[in-house]
């Protein structure tokens, strides 16, 4: 946990920099970045899916790449691989949130889940349509829908997954 804090704030130092530097160009936009910035929820969560989304493209990419899956079992497989270190991720590092029994964890757990496959569910269609029907590059569009996916998945985790109690 030592490197994940010493990490964090070399991250949070250089864009404390950067923010202070566009702060002298334009003050207002100074502003609104570091109000952005410090939005911890927010940020936490794009480090978060961008994690998740890396776990995503390397499973997906070593599924079809190496073993030699076809595209959507290999869409699959990379989500199921995602979407637990994705609920552990964002359980721990974004949303907080601690459940007092073991009943609450697996109802947190389900609704993580449930919501998952509904993104999975828009994943698969995009990459079926993008894909196998207007044979865009795969890798490339598993990459551009993932991006979708993670708005998709803060909105879901916000309002449906990770509330406060």
């Not at 269609?125 to 029907?133: H, N, S």
């Amino acid at each position: 946990m030592k490197i994940l804090e010493f990490l964090w704030k070399g991250i949070d130092g250089l864009a404390r920099a950067v923010i202070g530097l566009l702060s002298k160009i334009s003050p207002t936009l100074g502003e609104k970045c570091l109000a952005l910035w410090t939005n911890t929820e927010l940020i936490s969560y794009l480090f978060v899916g961008l994690a998740t989304t890396l776990v995503n493209y390397l499973v997906y990419w070593f599924a079809t790449r190496v073993l030699g899956m076809t595209v959507m079992p290999g869409t699959w497989t990379a989500w199921i691989l995602a979407v637990i270190f994705g609920y552990w991720a964002n359980k721990t590092f974004v949303f907080k949130t601690h459940c007092a029994d073991m009943g609450a964890l697996i109802k947190e757990a389900m609704s993580f889940f449930s919501m998952r496959l509904v993104s999975l569910g828009a994943e698969t269609l995009l990459m079926f349509l993008t894909v196998e029907i207007f044979h865009f590059n795969d890798l490339a569009m598993k990459l551009i829908i993932n991006l979708v996916v993670i708005i998709l998945n803060y909105v879901f985790s916000k309002l449906f997954v990770f509330k406060k109690k």
